[in-house]
């Protein structure tokens, strides 16, 4: 089990909402992702039409080159669609300009990635406060809520470690730190136990299970690992860029 600290003054996260009672806070109609190749194209998602609502918990499932991640990426703003429309937390991507775009990430979307994404050269509190500074947040306020995200993950004693001296649960709970520096509407999970031995992805899976629960935070998961299943409240089945909802 992971040591969960409560969140003093200075990092309280509750529950955002921007849309209204009746908006959803990602909305999809016909969206359409095709990459172009030299001698073919590859449809990663294709004509999808989905709504999901703030507050809740979605495990993405599929196989490999299902869609799962192009799906992220587009709800990530960091690809565009092809076609079709896009909505998330009020933010219409498919016409938002490149500032826009990184201002939506920055400010509204929290990343989690299999492979951590942490900077070699950074310690652990610089790599979770990172998103804050580059943001322009005040330097001194930031360190002290990324020591106090840290230390609610159980990472009091490596604020000052490298990636290379932490274990696999360790760089990826320092992502989820990192993921949440920022208060963001929506955490985007794609195969965040991939890289981890079966405890250590139950760990994670429980944090964020547990920032669903507690304060209300969207998230969605992609993942092959049947972990997640019982905790969703919306399960999404991919399979040649379509979905199905249950």
């Given at each position: 089990?992971?040591?969960?600290?409560?969140?003093?003054?200075?990092?309280?996260?509750?529950?955002?909402?921007?849309?209204?009672?009746?908006?959803?806070?990602?909305?999809?109609?016909?969206?359409?992702?095709?990459?172009?190749?030299?001698?073919?194209?590859?449809?990663?998602?294709?004509?999808?039409?989905?709504?999901?609502?703030?507050?809740?918990?979605?495990?993405?499932?599929?196989?490999?080159?299902?869609?799962?991640?192009?799906?992220?990426?587009?709800?990530?703003?960091?690809?565009?669609?092809?076609?079709?429309?896009?909505?998330?937390?009020?933010?219409?991507?498919?016409?938002a300009s490149?500032?826009?775009?990184?201002?939506?990430?920055?400010?509204?979307?929290?990343?989690?990635?299999?492979?951590?994404?942490?900077?070699?050269?950074?310690?652990?509190?610089?790599?979770?406060?990172?998103?804050?500074?580059?943001?322009?947040?005040?330097?001194?306020?930031?360190?002290?809520?990324?020591?106090?995200?840290?230390?609610?993950?159980?990472?009091?004693?490596?604020l000052n470690?490298?990636?290379?001296?932490?274990?696999?649960?360790?760089?990826?709970?320092?992502?989820?730190?990192?993921?949440?520096?920022?208060?963001?509407?929506?955490?985007?999970?794609?195969?965040?136990?991939?890289?981890?031995?079966?405890?250590?992805?139950?760990?994670?899976?429980?944090?964020?299970?547990?920032?669903?629960?507690?304060?209300?935070?969207?998230?969605?998961?992609?993942?092959?690992?049947?972990?997640?299943?019982?905790?969703?409240?919306?399960?999404?089945?991919?399979?040649?860029?379509?979905?199905?909802?249950?």
């Amino acid at each position: 089990m992971v040591a969960v600290m409560n969140f003093n003054e200075r990092f309280q996260v509750t529950s955002k909402s921007h849309n209204g009672h009746n908006q959803p806070l990602i909305s999809a109609r016909a969206l359409t992702r095709i990459y172009h190749l030299p001698s073919s194209q590859v449809v990663g998602v294709n004509a999808i039409d989905m709504d999901i609502s703030a507050g809740q918990l979605v495990v993405l499932k599929g196989n490999s080159g299902s869609g799962k991640s192009t799906l992220l990426s587009l709800l990530a703003g960091l690809d565009h669609p092809t076609s079709g429309t896009l909505v998330v937390g009020g933010v219409d991507l498919t016409t938002a300009s490149d500032k826009d775009l990184t201002q939506f990430r920055r400010e509204k979307i929290g990343m989690v990635f299999q492979s951590f994404n942490l900077l070699p050269t950074l310690d652990i509190l610089e790599n979770a406060c990172l998103p804050a500074f580059l943001a322009g947040k005040p330097a001194v306020r930031t360190r002290e809520k990324g020591k106090d995200l840290l230390l609610w993950l159980g990472l009091e004693s490596r604020l000052n470690h490298l990636p290379a001296q932490l274990s696999g649960g360790e760089m990826q709970r320092t992502a989820i730190a990192r993921a949440l520096i920022n208060d963001p509407d929506i955490i985007l999970a794609d195969e965040p136990t991939g890289n981890l031995d079966s405890r250590n992805a139950e760990n994670v899976i429980e944090l964020l299970a547990k920032l669903h629960k507690e304060f209300q935070r969207t998230i969605i998961i992609a993942t092959h690992s049947s972990l997640a299943d019982p905790l969703a409240t919306l399960r999404v089945l991919m399979k040649d860029g379509k979905i199905s909802i249950s």
